[in-house]
Structures are given as structure tokens and as C-alpha cells.
């Protein structure tokens, strides 16, 4: 690793290095921020947003045109009419299955196969960049995009929810009622949960956008990725499997909705995730930065 | 650094190490309840009395029951995607309980599913049971005196005069058909515990032991594992995997529809089956009949006994009377008819004692026979012909 690279990396790994430049500088976020513009400028990211922003208020309206019966419909889609807030949870157990994984496709094809598509990546590492903070960068951009991906859901969904239905008490899965201040905040850990979730799911993508200069392709795999996890999922002869499953554990955000709430298995989620994000970002910095750039 | 310059296929050791760290921590996060060798040896005895003497403010705990029972899977209580919170679906796969428990007087049990929730309060002589997925409730107001004390295992009333004369009594009791023996200690949710081991002495029967751990600070079972004699695992395994000794907050127990919901009231007489969830049902007490809801022609008659019996019964008419009143999921007709259906896949066996069907379990079989009879038992299907050809 040259100097100059450990220099613009932010971090002096060597202590030889720290003492040729004793005056460091400070984390810069110029490069995530240039990142982040452009994934915010791009329009077919813009697009999937709206997407998955009316998926909410189609439903919030459906339910105010005729309210449905309890049982009937997706989970949470008959809560909706005793308070607004439901209209997000509802929403986003709709969209967790799909929707959001190939917002996240989208968004990861692009991180490193879209560069090299599009010529952009040798210029970027020849600014120059370290490779490794590139990917840093990257990935962080895209733990980004999660959370904007979930509030793109969760805040027009809470919106639109309590204009039509308004901000009674909340019920809990146990059926007790908590306060709507208190409900906000289940709400709050329920789109950081999901996004943590997706942030698992991003590092996959990161991987697999590492392995091909073709950003559709990459975006097709790791959607193939999310759909075979969810079938080794619904195989119950496969149950050992299932705990290591990333998907397996979206659905526990149901525990942060009863009373008290339930912490084990969402902590096994963020855990799974974090292992997800660990291993497959290894492998993305361990190709990525023994790789030829050749476009 | 320069060994990941000049060789770059070493820098694949990073994610193969993060795989295997990874891979040992889960290894070792199952294996490392190793229980503490210098708990001094307690009696089969000793453990009962000290059951029996257990004085338990309350506890609240997370419960994983898991079942390998062989069974067809049967969806009684419609879709069951992903771990079902419905109270019918408890035959078959893992299901997860959160219990909370401060006295006779309170417990709540909630069946956790993954969107859904199903709950059974009891508070005093309130009983409510929730459903979150159909928003319903139901309240029973039960008899001043508790009828059924729920989880706990105390039977007031004819309770021998001290708790040593109780366990000498109960092991006396099983000591014919049962071989009780201490077989060292274990960790159990993070507590260390003594098992007990139960093993029946007549080899015909499908269950080989009954291992059940008991705490050792607190005396309270916390965990059952029923092994078969056909598979390595536990067929039936139910136990903590996270207890709390503390006393609940009282606002556990409270329970208000709330509003939106289907409120039933509920009478005694149909009592809801949701309650005697528990596993503690000793087996060879010959008690096999649901109590108050058998009808003088359905009374089973019990052929052999201890671990061995085999319950012959006739079904009523309405089959789906039989066990699941008054469980929330499906009127009785759907439910008679999703039991023919599955009837219809079971295989056939015809004999002396008429033709029929027969559901072979890890731990049990069934022959329904076309002439109307059941028979169970915890004995392989040969058992169960000749206790129907007996009849």
C-alpha cells in the first residue's frame, strides 16, 4: 500500500506511516457524498422509489374504500382502520418479500458492475481511491439506500395512513394498547431492523457486483438469491438451514409489535445480518482487490 | 500488506476466516452448556420433594416447544405460513411460547407466530384467550375456586401429608412399569439442572425415556424431552430457552379487548381446549379421556396398561366434537371434513379386528377403524390391532 493511498484511506494501518504524517486527516465523506448524489439522481432509482411508495397509499385507500374483514388479506391490513400506522407495517410485510429485495439489486448491480459498465471505474481508482475504501464507500452507500429504500415505504405509508385513519391508540400483537408516541417509536425500530436486514442483503450484492461488469446481471442474481432463500425457506425438511437463512428473520419485526416486546430472535436477525455483511464484504474486498480493472 | 500485494489469492483467507469464526461461535453458542460437575448427586426422590417444596414467586421465559411426532401434516387451522400463531396448529413442527407466571392466581401464555400473536391470560378469575390474526377474544369467567391451576403442577387437596411421603408415594406409584433414575446434570437456558430420567420397563412401547431437567436453584422443570425408540432426536421436546425467576409486572396479566375486537363470552360448560397446553401429563394414569367433554358412549375403554396401554374408543358421530371445540380457526364441519381428507391419506390395514387406517408416529399410533373405533396407544401397530381384536 502506497503512502499516498493510506493517506486518502483515512486510517495509518503501519505506524511508520503515521509518523512520516503525523498531521492526519480527518474521515473525509466527499466520496460517499458524491455517491450518494448519484444514486439519488439517477432516475430508475427515482423511479423504484415512487414504486415502492405506492404500494402504501394504494393500499391506505383500498382500505378506506371498503374496510375488510379480520383475517382477510395481508397481515396487519385490517388493523389499518383503528390507527394509521398500520398502513406502513402492512405495506412494508408486503413489500419485504420483493419489492424491497430488488430495490436493493438495483441499487447493488450498479455499485461496482455499473461503474466498470459504464467506463467510470478505472478513472474512479485512478483519482487515486483505495480500492478497499472504494468499497467501504460503497457499501456504506448502500446500508444507505436501505433505509431510504424502507422510509420511501414507511413515511408516505405513515402519512397518508394517519390522514385517512388518524392516530388512535396502537394494538399490540398481545393485544394491549400502547400510546401513538410509543407506536412511532416501534415504527422506528421496525425500518431499522428491515434495513439492517436489506444491509445483509447488500453486501451479497456488493459481492456479486464485484464479479461481473454486466450490472443487470448482477442485479438478476442476487434477486435469484433473495428468491432461492426464500424457498429453502418454506421447505420444512430443511429447518436446520433456516436459522442461517437472511430471509428467515425479516419476518420477526412481528416482535417488535407485541407487548412487551420479544428480543431473541430479533437479535439472532441483526446478528445473521451482520454475519452476512462480514463474510460477503471479505469476499468482495478479496476479489474486488486482487482484480484487473480493465474498463 | 505486501503479502496481499504480491499474492492476491491470499485474500481470500479474510472471508473463509470470517466463515469459520463465524461457524465456531454458532458451534460453540450450542455446545457450551456444559453442566457444572461439582453439583452434589441428588436422589430421583430428593428431586421430587425438592419440585414439590419449589417456592416460585413467578418467572417469565421464552418456551420452544418442538415435535417430531411423524405425523401428516395437517393444517387445521387454515394457512400456516411461517410459523403459526393459531392455537390449532400445535401437532406438528417448533413453536415458540412466551410464558409469564406470578402465583396461581396469574399466568398468561402467548403462542408466538411471526405476524400474529395468540394468547392465554388468566388473571384471578378472569380467562382470556386473544387471537391477533382474527381479532378475537374470548373471556371465561372461571369459579372462585381455580378449577385448573394452568402450568403449575400443584393438585391442592390431596396432597399427602409431606412433601418426602408425596415423592415416595408417586415413585411407588410408577415403580412397576418405570425404571427413575438421576442421570447427572445439564443446562438448560442458561440454568444448570438436574435430569431425571424416566424409562419404561416394558420394551414394546414406543417411548424409550423421558428426560425431564429441573432447576437447581428454583426446582422447576424446565424442560421435557420425550425420546422415541425410532428416532435419534426427541420426538416431543418442550423447555425454556430463556427464564427469568423475577415476579412479572402485574400488567402482564391485564387484559382489555381492545377496541375493534370480537369479544365472545364464554360459559364454563364449553370450555376452551386451549389451556392444557402443558406437558406434564404423566402417561399410565390411565386418564387418557379429556375430562367434561366425552360423551358416556365415546368413554374409551383401556386395554393393557403403564406404558403399554392402548385406548380403544368409539368416535361420535360428529367427529370433529371429539378435541378441538371452541378452538379458534374453522367451524366444526370444515373441520370434520379436512379430517376426512387426511383420513384418506393414511395407509390401509385390514385384519381380524376389521380394516382401517392407521397413523404410525414416532410416539404413538392411531388406527381408525371404517366401523367407527380409535385406538391409540404409545405402542407400534401390532399392540394396537391386538388391543382392537381384544374388544
Known sequence: MSVAEAELAGTSHAPGIAALHPRRRRLSTRLLRSELRIIAGRRRNQAGLLVLAAVPIVMAIAVKMSTPRAGEGPDFLSSITSNGLFVPLAALSVEMAMFLPLAMSMLSGDAIAGEANLGTLRYLLTVPVNRTRLLLVKFASLCIGAVWGIAAVALPGAAIGIALFGTGPLTTLSGSQIGFGAAVWRLVLVILYLAAGLAGLAAVGLFISTLTEVPIAAAIALMVFTILSWILDSVPQLGWLHPWLLVDHWLAFGDLLRDPMAGGEIGRGLLTAAGYAVVFWLAAWARFAGKDITS | ?391
Open chain 2, 1 to 391: 500488506m505486501s503479502l496481499f500485494t504480491d499474492h492476491p489469492r491470499t485474500r481470500w483467507a479474510a472471508p473463509a476466516a470470517a466463515v469459520a469464526v463465524i461457524g465456531a461461535v454458532a458451534l460453540t453458542a450450542n455446545h457450551v452448556a456444559s453442566a457444572d460437575p461439582s453439583l452434589p448427586s441428588r436422589s430421583a426422590a430428593q428431586l421430587l420433594v425438592d419440585v414439590q417444596q419449589a417456592n416460585l414467586k413467578g418467572l417469565s421465559g421464552t418456551v420452544v416447544q418442538t415435535s417430531n411426532l411423524g405425523l401428516p401434516d395437517i393444517n387445521l387451522g387454515g394457512s400456516t405460513q411461517g410459523g403459526s400463531s393459531s392455537l390449532t396448529s400445535l401437532v406438528s413442527g417448533t413453536h415458540t411460547w412466551r410464558v409469564w407466571l406470578a402465583g396461581p392466581q396469574q399466568q398468561r401464555l402467548a403462542l408466538v407466530g411471526s405476524l400474529g400473536e395468540s394468547d392465554v391470560i388468566r388473571n384471578g378469575r378472569d380467562l382470556w384467550v386473544w387471537s391477533s390474526k382474527d381479532k378475537t377474544a374470548t373471556h371465561t369467567m372461571l369459579p372462585a375456586e381455580g378449577a385448573k391451576p394452568g402450568a403449575a403442577s400443584t393438585t391442592p387437596g390431596q396432597l399427602p401429608k409431606t412433601p418426602q411421603e408425596a415423592a415416595q408415594l408417586a415413585l411407588s406409584a410408577i415403580e412397576p412399569t418405570t425404571s427413575v433414575e438421576t442421570s447427572g446434570a445439564s443446562v438448560v437456558a442458561g440454568q444448570q439442572s438436574y435430569d431425571l430420567v424416566l424409562k419404561p420397563k416394558d420394551t414394546a412401547s414406543l417411548v424409550a425415556s423421558v428426560r425431564i431437567s429441573l432447576d437447581t436453584v428454583h426446582h422447576v422443570p424446565l424442560r421435557v424431552q420425550v425420546f422415541s425408540t425410532k428416532t435419534a432426536n426427541p420426538a416431543f421436546e418442550v423447555g425454556f430457552t430463556h427464564v427469568d425467576f423475577a415476579k412479572p409486572a402485574a400488567r402482564q396479566f391485564a387484559f382489555n379487548a381492545p377496541p375493534g375486537t370480537k369479544v365472545t363470552q364464554s360459559t364454563l360448560g364449553s370450555d376452551v381446549g386451549g389451556t392444557n397446553g402443558t406437558a406434564s401429563r404423566a402417561p399410565g394414569t390411565a386418564s387418557e379421556a379429556k375430562p367434561g367433554s366425552a360423551p358416556a358412549d365415546t368413554e374409551p375403554k383401556v386395554v393393557g396398561a403403564g406404558w403399554t396401554a392402548v385406548a380403544v374408543a368409539n368416535l361420535p358421530k360428529d367427529t370433529a366434537g371429539a378435541t378441538k371445540s371452541g378452538a379458534p380457526g374453522g367451524t366444526a364441519s370444515e373441520v370434520t371434513g379436512q379430517l376426512q381428507r387426511v383420513l384418506g391419506l393414511l395407509p390401509k390395514a385390514t385384519g381380524s379386528w376389521g380394516t382401517g387406517r392407521v397413523l404410525e408416529g414416532t410416539l404413538f399410533t392411531v388406527v381408525i377403524t371404517d366401523d367407527g373405533r380409535v385406538a391409540i396407544g404409545a405402542v407400534g401397530p401390532e399392540r394396537v390391532y391386538a388391543a382392537l381384536a381384544s374388544k
